[in-house]
């Protein structure tokens, strides 16, 4: 398509790379080089690779890990990055993850098995979403990874899971909060829901290990 574009044509062995108007992509030097450098390469690879071709560059995402880090350590601030894998399970930018030392936040049993794969130390995983299957919770247990528990009975399974498999090690848990705000999302449980399900971890103290609350910013208001 070549309606919309910006002034920018650049031409290289007969390759024409066309820039939109607006929603500019913001690239890496690397990519940006490619991009506009060598655009035959593209084409060369997406001959050999196929099409849809996505290039990653594992690099970048290290360092904007280090940029990130180098933000909240100058405010003095605790914190634990987590690399959603859900955004891009390439298992080159999982690896680059964990080789920079952070954890990996993942939605399935096979995101949760790449990432093993790269090195990741179970205990710096993190579950979250609400569909996670038995199978799921059971290596999740097994791996002593955190666990996002998005529901009452998500958290009725998990007592079976840790009586039948870990009963001598408590679960690392999480508890997911929905904003007001957002009363029909399927993610996480209600203020009632919420306290419901804390005062049973408090009775359970030797099934459960309670790290804390996940939640979404969906704004700036206070509740």
Do not use: W
Not at 61 to 83: G, P, T
Not at 89 to 108: E, M, Q, T, W, Y
Not at 146 to 165: M, P
Request: aromatic share 6%.
């Amino acid at each position: 398509m070549q309606t919309h574009r910006s002034h920018r044509q650049d031409r290289t062995q007969g390759v024409q790379v066309f820039e939109p108007a607006s929603l500019r992509p913001i690239l890496a030097p690397a990519l940006e080089r490619l991009v506009h450098g060598a655009p035959q390469a593209l084409v060369d690879m997406t001959r050999q690779y196929g099409s849809p071709l996505n290039v990653v560059v594992p690099d970048t995402l290290a360092r904007n890990i280090d940029a990130f880090r180098a933000v909240l350590r100058r405010h003095d601030l605790r914190f634990e990055i987590l690399y959603g894998a859900k955004v891009n399970k390439s298992p080159a930018l999982v690896r680059a993850a964990v080789d920079a030392g952070i954890g990996v936040d993942v939605s399935s049993l096979y995101e949760m098995r790449d990432a093993l794969r790269a090195g990741i130390d179970p205990a710096r995983l993190c579950a979250t979403g609400p569909a996670k299957t038995r199978v799921f919770h059971m290596a999740l247990v097994a791996n002593a990874a955190l666990i996002s528990v998005d529901s009452s009975e998500e958290l009725a399974d998990l007592e079976t899971i840790v009586r039948e498999i870990e009963p001598d090690r408590p679960a690392r848990v999480l508890l997911r909060y929905r904003p007001e705000e957002a009363p029909a999302s399927r993610f996480g449980m209600n203020a009632s829901d919420l306290l419901a399900c804390m005062k049973r971890l408090a009775l359970q103290s030797n099934s459960f290990s309670f790290e804390g609350f996940h939640f979404h910013l969906g704004g700036y208001r206070y509740e």
